[in-house]
């Protein structure tokens, strides 16, 4: 996959894709960043790349002519995505994560001060993405949290054969509780089905405990999984006390 970032500060991004996942997943080719410069594609001697909103107003807008030069200059005839970070986008979750890695190749823009020309947004991105309800200085981290949580989804990059089923959200639930060594860490003990050795007990206790888990620290995502029929009815005996 090639993962196109166009953004005003390029140098945010070296951090933290020189680290973990996403630089292994570099390094073994299974995934191409590259990094552009909205500033590179303007004409005049200053690199201006924002000016005044019309009718006035606080703040700066990101003028549309670098932007749509930037993508026109990479994106090909392909149906590439081209998608703009944004408070006003819709909210990203691990579906959207599992939809953009479908792609042989995207085009993230990180906006930018007040926002973007809405002549970007009208004709020439395709979505636009937000990653929580809050605001951001501007659409760098949101770039990288989309990027991290892509990569994850391509096949090969995680050791584990599996590991990405297992992730929290990965079945619209949170995760089980994990433990390793020790066994015992000041008089608190790994749970007894853990050392049993009995795989389908410990199968079953895992299930009882994301369905907890998830019913009391975001049972709004309760509302919205499609469980299966075994877990369902883990989910029913939990709500009548039966666990």
């Known amino acids: 996959m090639r993962i196109h970032i166009l953004s005003l500060f390029p140098g945010m991004f070296s951090g933290p894709f020189d680290e973990s996942i996403v630089k292994r997943a570099v390094d073994r080719g299974l995934v191409e960043i ?8 303007t004409w005049d001697k200053h690199h201006v790349v924002d000016d005044y909103p019309f ?3 606080q703040g700066m807008v990101l003028k549309p002519e670098p932007v749509f030069a930037a993508v026109e200059s990479i994106r090909g005839e392909g149906a590439t995505p081209v998608i703009l970070l944004t408070p006003q986008g819709r909210l990203f979750d691990r579906a959207v994560a599992e939809d953009l890695a479908a792609y042989d190749e995207m085009i993230l823009i990180c906006g930018r001060y007040e926002g ?10 395709t979505d636009e993405l937000s ?7 501007g659409g760098e981290l949101a770039a990288m949290v989309v990027v991290d949580a892509v990569v994850r989804q391509l096949p090969g990059v995680l050791g584990a054969e599996g590991a990405v089923r297992e992730d929290s959200h990965a079945d619209g639930l949170l995760e089980h509780p994990q433990y390793t060594r020790p ?20 199968e079953k206790w895992r299930k009882e405990q994301s369905i907890l888990r ?9 509302e919205r999984a499609d469980l299966p029929a075994d877990k369902r009815m883990i ?9």
């Open 214 to 222: 998830t019913l009391e620290r975001r049972p709004d995502l309760l």
């Open 235 to 243: 989910l029913d005996r939990i709500r009548k006390g039966d666990c």
């Open 131 to 137: 990653i929580g309800d809050y605001v951001l200085s």
């Open 34 to 41: 590259a990094l552009y410069n909205i500033r590179d594609y």
């Open 55 to 57: 009718g006035g107003g």
């Open 183 to 202: 066994r015992a860490f000041r008089g608190w003990e790994v749970p007894e089905v853990l050392l049993s050795g009995n795989h389908a007990e410990i």
């Open 116 to 125: 973007v020309d809405e002549r970007v947004r009208e004709h020439l991105v």
